[in-house]
């Protein structure tokens, strides 16, 4: 079984900042991407950022500038380190990871539960 748990998501002032962390654990063999997503109600579910196991990175246009995804490969960690929050980046977000539990296996898409994240005033 894998699971991913999300935390650091809250209320923050526009502005402000805010650090996720996403930890997979499990019977995991390989990590490859790993990304970050963000949902609101009534919309579809939208990549935020993505980080290979390399370790290059891509962005959605809207958190260019603002946002860093980071990963640690040692402990199959994902960060995001989200700055300059605006209202409309208030969504919950969700971890991704595509990876493998066996040296045989193909490998699958991972979710996290999500977390809230909140920016107002």
């Known amino acids: 079984q894998v699971q991913l748990v999300e935390s650091g998501g809250g209320l923050v002032q526009p502005g402000g900042s805010l650090r996720l962390s996403c930890a997979a654990s499990g019977s995991i063999f390989t990590i490859y991407a790993m990304a970050w997503y963000r949902q609101t109600p009534g919309n579809q579910r939208e990549l935020v950022a993505v980080?290979?196991?390399?370790?290059?990175?891509n962005y959605a246009d809207s958190v260019k500038g603002r946002f860093t995804i980071s990963r640690d490969n040692a402990k199959n960690m994902v960060y995001l380190q989200m700055n300059s929050l605006k209202p409309e980046d208030t969504a919950v977000y969700y971890c991704?990871?595509?990876?493998?539990?066996?040296?045989?296996?193909?490998?699958?898409?991972?979710w996290g539960q999500g977390t809230q994240v909140t920016v107002s005033s």
């Open positions: 991704n990871a595509n990876l493998k539990t066996g040296a045989t296996t193909r490998s699958y898409n991972y």
């Open positions: 980080i290979t196991g390399s370790g290059s990175t």
